[in-house]
């Protein structure tokens, strides 16, 4: 888990209180067929399947700390999210990619958050 699913909000963390975050906030939701395990091990395979970094490296937007327009990269998510840096530099935050409650397939997200996000963004360094 340090290793594929990484807290970079806090990379001096050991990971737990983000972990446990992310089965409180959104793995609940598919308890009725996944364990606290399950879920964990689909979303993993899920994030294999998908390749998103590899998909964003590919249309030429990478970690390096540039700035990219925010359409480049809607075109290969549903959802992203922004926060803004010690700099005022809005920065990629977050990418949002719904699955359905068997963590099995990608569906379309039925809610997106307000991602805040200027037409450029910040890809950090990670």
Request: charged share 15%; hydrophobic share 30%; glycine share 10%.
């Amino acid at each position: 888990m340090q290793r594929s699913w990484p807290t970079l909000a806090c990379p001096s963390g050991d990971g737990s209180s983000f972990w446990s975050h992310e089965w409180v906030k959104h793995g609940t939701c598919s308890e009725s067929v996944l364990n606290q395990h399950g879920y964990f091990k689909s979303a993993l395979d899920l994030k294999e399947k998908l390749r998103l970094l590899q998909i964003l490296q590919g249309a030429g937007i990478n970690p390096d700390g540039g700035f990219y327009n925010l359409s480049s990269i809607r075109g290969y998510t549903p959802g992203i999210e922004c926060n803004v840096d010690t700099s005022g530099n809005s920065q990629l935050y977050q990418i949002y990619i719904c699955v359905d409650t068997s963590g099995t397939d990608f569906i379309e997200c039925p809610v997106l958050p307000n991602g805040k996000c200027s037409s450029r963004v910040e890809f950090p360094y990670f």
